[in-house]
């Protein structure tokens, strides 16, 4: 299986997309400052996630969600989120 996530800094509202095969080491990874393009956004909340058995198309679909429509469409689909996210 592999996951297609969109995390969130804490710290700074920056979202980070990207996908793996364990989601749970990827976010650890994420907040302990390993992966050098996250480092400045610790601490990291896992917003968004959907999974796919075809690793080709997690990726098409990880590098739809860095694109304009992928980014109008996570808009769309966490509008609640993003409304209310300081309640959560």
Not at 21 to 28: F, H
Not at 57 to 70: F, N, Q, V
Request: aromatic fraction near 14%.
């Amino acid at each position: 299986m592999y996951y297609i996530y969109v995390i969130e800094s804490k710290s700074n509202g920056d979202l980070y997309k990207g996908f793996t095969r364990d989601i749970n080491r990827r976010v650890k990874e994420h907040n302990s400052g390993i992966t050098e393009s996250t480092k400045t956004g610790i601490p990291w909340r896992l917003v968004y996630c959907e999974v796919m058995i075809n690793k080709e198309d997690a990726i098409k679909r990880e590098k739809y969600l860095k694109s304009g429509w992928g980014r109008k469409y996570l808009g769309k689909i966490l509008k609640n989120y993003f409304e209310n996210k300081d309640r959560v």
